[in-house]
């Protein structure tokens, strides 16, 4: 075998080496994204769930009205207040 045919075999073992390196990363890649994506969905479940007790826009509307209700002086608010 030559000098040209050792090298030239030498360098073939050393990429097909390397391409099952990346191919083995680019596996391990795609597991660690599928199992990103899973954990995002499991939170818009999570989040989903939460909309029922929280609403934010509900309470910015309420938070108007009590305030809109107070600077009329309306005496339910303030009987509210006290208790």
Do not use: C, H
Not at 4 to 10: E, L, R
Not at 54 to 83: A, M, Q, R
């Amino acid at each position: 075998m030559s000098d040209f045919d050792t090298i030239k075999s030498q360098y073939l073992r050393q990429i097909r080496q390397q391409l099952k390196d990346v191919v083995k990363s680019v596996a391990s890649l795609d597991r660690s994204i599928s199992e990103a994506v899973s954990v995002s969905e499991d939170f818009k479940e999570v989040a989903d769930i939460w909309k029922n007790f929280y609403d934010p826009t509900l309470l910015d509307k309420l938070g108007e009205e009590y305030g809109k209700k107070k600077e009329e002086g309306n005496d339910d608010v303030n009987d509210e207040e006290d208790k």
